[in-house]
């Protein structure tokens, strides 16, 4: 059996912590602050494609990763007996105008040429329970999901502990070392490299009590609201690149709030049940940062999530873990370290 040791337990470092006891290795994932501590300790958890549009290999790979959830979501939770909160519960979001419905028109051709049948986009009327649409119309896909993220967070651990591995505050590592730390991480990759390789932006986000399990996901430019299955809906989120606290909440959110209830009226009556703010890792490519850490024999960098973090790690753990216990270097340009 070969060790390995993961630094940082949010989504990243859990997910490859669970993908490396899944193939037998001895895992333990070292966090000082504990699970979910950083970023991805959130509320929101959309698990939400690009739009098929302007097609890159990035967006090419978020596709793989969406495809790639259910199942590895599955077995996480059967491995550890704890829910994630997945759901494939879809997205809608309103058409403000006839430009914009032309354009989501457009994206349903796009999506039936690029999904590879994994989801569609429709363009239709809105119904009871939508959201507020001007144009009376709304654009509707089944392949977005959602995941609870500090549930999902729960899940890993138990899995992981269920195959005998080990989650905990400290402990000397054994075997090859992955950093997965966050926005932290990234600076201290930066220092040591002499190189922009990215950098923390602030995120605030809420929970409301209300129950709506299986509606889809709502979206609007810079807002998400995703109803989960334990009766809350998740609202979310600013991006602030100048704060004094990564973890104190703002009027940012309270104006974040009414847009959702401008957005899903039904939202006015619910009453806020958590507030969150958080530092998430941007890295300077705007997308992972995956590989060897340059002139660091036996350790590894599992970086830069920002806010795909939920949607990537399944994916992302897989071709990690090929890396650090079998040696094969399967990782994509766009997400490499270099």
Do not use: C
Request: net charge positive.
């Amino acid at each position: 059996m070969q060790d390995i040791t993961v630094m940082g337990a949010g989504i990243f470092g859990l997910s490859l912590g669970w993908e490396a006891a899944r193939r037998g290795a001895r895992v333990q994932v070292i966090d000082p602050a504990g699970p979910g501590a950083g970023a991805s300790g959130g509320l929101v958890g959309a698990l939400a494609p690009h739009a098929p549009e302007a097609w890159t290999p990035a967006k090419a790979l978020q596709l793989q990763a969406l495809m790639l959830a259910p199942d590895w979501w599955a077995g996480v939770e059967a491995a550890g007996g704890l829910s994630a909160g997945f759901g494939r519960t879809g997205r809608v979001q309103p058409l403000p105008d006839a430009r914009a419905v032309a354009q989501a028109r457009a994206r349903a051709e796009g999506a039936a040429a690029l999904w590879q049948g994994a989801g569609h986009w429709q363009v239709r009327p809105a119904q009871a329970g939508d959201p507020v649409s001007p144009s009376g119309l709304v654009a509707e896909d089944t392949l977005s999901a959602r995941l609870h993220p500090r549930r999902a967070l729960a899940a890993l651990v138990a899995a992981i502990r269920a195959r005998g591995g080990v989650v905990a505050q400290d402990g000397p590592a054994k075997g090859p070392v992955v950093w997965a730390t966050g926005a932290a991480g990234l600076r201290d990759l930066g220092a040591a490299l002499g190189r922009d390789v990215g950098r923390g932006e602030k995120g605030q986000a809420l929970a409301l009590r209300h129950a709506a399990p299986e509606a889809p996901q709502l979206y609007a430019p810079g807002l998400h609201v995703v109803p989960h299955a334990d009766g809350t809906v998740a609202v979310g989120s600013t991006s602030e690149r100048d704060y004094d606290r990564p973890d104190s909440t703002d009027a940012q959110l309270d104006a974040l709030h009414a847009r959702a209830v401008a957005l899903w009226p039904v939202l006015a009556a619910a009453p806020v049940v958590a507030r969150w703010a958080g530092e998430r890792p941007r890295s300077a490519s705007r997308t992972l940062v995956l590989g060897a850490w340059p002139g660091r024999p036996g350790h590894y960098v599992a970086n830069g999530g920002f806010k795909t973090g939920f949607a990537m790690a399944p994916l992302a753990a897989q071709l990690m873990a090929d890396l650090v216990l079998d040696g094969r270097d399967a990782l994509p340009a766009p997400w490499r370290l270099g």
